[in-house]
Nanobody, 123 residues
Framework: VQLIESGGGMVQAGSSLRLSCTVS????????LAWFRQTPEMGRHFLAA????????TYADSVKGRFTISRDNTKRTVFLDMDSLNEEDTAVYLC????WGQGTPDPGAYERWGPGTQVTVVS
């Protein structure tokens, strides 16, 4: 199973950005899919997750109301829509998959990880 993120880049503070993560596995619907971000200073932090089947979503309090996770099972892709970006959102954003998972914030539960995509927010 491979996960490949895309959509990162350099954006102005206050703008929006959509990240995508495409999964090679045909049984895409069996995976909980989550987004994390990582910086050298702060380490890896949970952002949002969609349980297997897409029946439930979970968000970190820090991004609730500003970030939205969604999935398109026909395209085997999970999205992260980010609004009102600020410089503190600058990080490498990673997609992760957990077979039959419920969308836990625990990164240790995820067996599959993408290489990440860099998001840089400038003022």
């Amino acid at each position: 199973v491979q996960l490949i993120e895309s959509g990162g880049g350099m954006v102005q503070a206050g703008s929006s950005l959509r990240l995508s993560c495409t999964v090679s596995e045909l049984s895409f619907n069996r995976y909980a899919l989550a987004w994390f971000r990582q910086t050298p200073e702060m380490g890896r932090h949970f952002l949002a997750a969609s349980a297997w089947g897409g029946t439930n979503t979970t968000y970190a309090d820090s991004v609730k109301g500003r970030f939205t996770i969604s999935r398109d099972n026909t395209k085997r892709t999970v999205f992260l829509d980010m609004d009102s970006l600020n410089e503190e959102d600058t990080a490498v954003y990673l997609c992760a998959g957990d077979l039959w998972g419920q969308g836990t914030p625990d990164p240790g539960a995820y067996e599959r990880w993408g290489p990440g995509t860099q998001v840089t927010v400038v003022s």
